[in-house]
Structure formats: structure tokens, C-alpha cells
């Protein structure tokens, strides 16, 4: 009994796993540069995947993968002599998510859910 439950259970996960692939762009905004320097921000992309894991209430775990690049620049010196230094800051995340979720409606035209995490 314990090895059919056990044999069945890939083939009951199956029918309520769903697999959503994602791919997004990220925006970024600075904010208050000191003086002499300015800050130029990049568009920036991400793409991952996760898991729904459920029927009405459900888990979605998901990880995510992520790159965004702002320059900086700055003028140091005196007034005889400046410099301008510029600085390409690249960043790379890994992101990890876990949400729980409920179904609030499952019609055939219109789907609604709630989650947190």
C-alpha cells in the first residue's frame, strides 16, 4: 500500500505543477548626486523560472538570474586642474523567491490570484 502511494505520487505532482519560464527588463533611478558627479543607469534585464505547485492553494518557488550596470562619474581636482574619473558598475544577482497563493477565481476566461512572499 505505502509503495503504490509512494510509486503514485510523481503522477499526482505532475497533474498540479506548472512550470512558468520568465524574462523581464529592470529600470533604475539614482537619486541626489553629490556635486561633480552624475550617475547614468542602464537598462537591465532578468529571466528565471518558477514552479506552481498546487490547485487552489498552491506554493511557487522560483529562482532568478539578473544584470543591471550603472556608470558613474566623477571630476575631482581643483580649478586649474580637473580629472574625470568614470566607472562602469556592473552588477550580477542571484535571486531565490518563495510565494504561497490562493485561487480566488479559476473561470475559463478569467483567472485571479493572491500571493505573498
Same mark, same amino acid.
Given at each position: 500500500m505505502i509503495l503504490s502511494a509512494l510509486a503514485l505520487a510523481p503522477v499526482l505532482l505532475m497533474a498540479q505543477l506548472q512550470i512558468n519560464p520568465q524574462l523581464g527588463l529592470t529600470f533604475q533611478n539614482l537619486t541626489e548626486e553629490p556635486q561633480g558627479t552624475t550617475y547614468r543607469a542602464n537598462t537591465g534585464w532578468m529571466a528565471g523560472i518558477d514552479f506552481r505547485i498546487g490547485s487552489a492553494f498552491y @506554493? !511557487?518557488?522560483?529562482?532568478?538570474?539578473? !544584470?543591471? +550596470?550603472?556608470? /558613474? +562619474?566623477? %571630476? %575631482?581636482?581643483?580649478?586649474? %586642474?580637473?580629472? *574625470?574619473? *568614470?566607472?562602469? @558598475? %556592473? $552588477?550580477? @544577482? @542571484?535571486?531565490? $523567491?518563495?510565494? /504561497?497563493g490562493y485561487k480566488l477565481i479559476n473561470a475559463e476566461g478569467f483567472k485571479l490570484r493572491v500571493a505573498v512572499g
Amino acid at each position: 500500500m505505502i509503495l503504490s502511494a509512494l510509486a503514485l505520487a510523481p503522477v499526482l505532482l505532475m497533474a498540479q505543477l506548472q512550470i512558468n519560464p520568465q524574462l523581464g527588463l529592470t529600470f533604475q533611478n539614482l537619486t541626489e548626486e553629490p556635486q561633480g558627479t552624475t550617475y547614468r543607469a542602464n537598462t537591465g534585464w532578468m529571466a528565471g523560472i518558477d514552479f506552481r505547485i498546487g490547485s487552489a492553494f498552491y @506554493l !511557487q518557488p522560483g529562482l532568478f538570474f539578473g !544584470q543591471n +550596470a550603472t556608470t /558613474v +562619474a566623477t %571630476v %575631482v581636482g581643483d580649478t586649474s %586642474v580637473t580629472t *574625470e574619473i *568614470e566607472d562602469d @558598475l %556592473v $552588477r550580477n @544577482l @542571484l535571486k531565490g $523567491r518563495v510565494m /504561497v497563493g490562493y485561487k480566488l477565481i479559476n473561470a475559463e476566461g478569467f483567472k485571479l490570484r493572491v500571493a505573498v512572499g
